[in-house]
């Protein structure tokens, strides 16, 4: 399909997870390949070996300070790419690689792992260790509508990435850059806005919440870092656009995952 939007996969110091949630889409990965997206770079899966100008950068993994390469590679995937997504925890909080401390054979002096928008400015994030495919699939879907959609489509697409979006703003600034369950702690439940639904403890990869007497609590020596609970949370970043929506918003998506109306 001509109108096809350019999709890259973009391999920084991660672990391939993220791209295999990709891939978690199954059938649904290939009706976005087959009508809203062309893949121009992924070095797991072809051959392209430079990072061409796209328009989605799906960029997984941190960034090692002292590999030059690294920090190369994700300067020029800003200048090539137009909307760049931290695909997952490490790209967007840093994650397990927040523990690095170099020291070992055979570079001991790769020491320094951020998340990528530390080094440059991120336009959405999706969180999550492994990130969950569907939510992979929700971007590609709707970052195809924003920029080849009608007004209307435009308008849903908007509404749905705006949080990722204020998320990915939040997440760039230095002394917010890292994520850790205490992000519940200090921004939801001592704001007095916790509910105590269990959703952080659902969403948590490393079982490090437990709910008692009908709050979370954190085992911080288990946390690995990804933000996951944060970005789970009904009371964290609510959206109303998103909610008063949800009904249009989940019809695009099924419409555009059953492009022959079967
Ligand atoms: S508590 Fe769990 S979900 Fe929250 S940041 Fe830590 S590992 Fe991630
Ligand atoms: S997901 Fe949010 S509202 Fe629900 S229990 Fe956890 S901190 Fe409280």
């Known amino acids: 399909?001509?109108?096809?939007?350019?999709?890259?996969?973009?391999?920084?110091?991660?672990?391939?997870?993220?791209?295999?949630s990709l891939a978690d889409n199954y059938e649904g990965l290939?009706?976005?390949?087959d009508n809203y997206a062309d893949l121009v770079?992924?070095?797991?899966?072809?051959?392209?070996?430079?990072?061409?100008k796209m328009d989605v950068a799906l960029v997984e993994g941190s960034v090692c300070l002292q590999d030059e390469c690294s920090v190369e590679e994700i300067k020029e995937t800003r200048e090539r790419a137009a909307v760049v997504v931290a695909l997952g925890g490490c790209a967007a909080y840093g994650n397990i690689t927040r523990f690095c401390r170099g020291g070992q054979?055979?570079?001991?002096?790769?020491?320094?792992?951020?998340?990528?928008?530390?080094?440059?400015?991120?336009?959405?994030?999706?969180?999550g260790c492994a990130p969950c495919p569907q939510q992979i699939r929700n971007v590609c879907v709707m970052a195809y509508?924003?920029?080849?959609?009608?007004?209307?489509?435009?308008?849903?697409?908007?509404?749905?990435?705006?949080?990722?979006?204020?998320?990915?703003?939040?997440?760039?600034?230095?002394?917010?850059?890292?994520?850790?369950?205490?992000?519940?702690?200090?921004?939801?439940?001592?704001?007095g806005l916790c509910m105590g639904c269990g959703t952080c403890a659902a969403s948590c990869p490393v079982?490090?919440?437990t709910m008692e007497e009908g709050?979370?609590?954190i085992n911080r020596d288990m946390c690995i870092k990804c933000g996951a609970c944060y970005a789970a949370c009904p009371r964290a970043?609510?959206?109303?656009?998103?909610?008063?929506?949800?009904?249009?918003?989940?019809?695009?998506?099924d419409g555009a995952m059953n492009p022959g109306g079967n």
């Open 1 to 20: 399909m001509a109108n096809k939007i350019t999709v890259g996969h973009v391999h920084m110091s991660g672990c391939t997870g993220c791209l295999v």
């Open 145 to 191: 509508l924003l920029l080849k959609g009608t007004p209307e489509q435009q308008a849903l697409a908007k509404a749905y990435l705006a949080p990722l979006m204020a998320l990915a703003s939040e997440g760039s600034k230095a002394t917010s850059s890292e994520a850790c369950g205490c992000d519940i702690m200090t921004k939801v439940i001592n704001q």
């Open 207 to 209: 079982f490090a919440i």
């Open 41 to 52: 770079y992924c070095l797991t899966l072809a051959d392209a070996r430079h990072i061409p």
């Open 215 to 217: 709050k979370p609590n």
């Open 30 to 33: 290939f009706t976005i390949l």
């Open 105 to 127: 054979w055979n570079q001991p002096q790769h020491e320094g792992f951020v998340p990528i928008g530390d080094v440059i400015d991120v336009d959405v994030y999706i969180p």
């Open 237 to 253: 970043f609510f959206s109303f656009d998103v909610v008063n929506q949800y009904e249009n918003i989940l019809g695009i998506i």
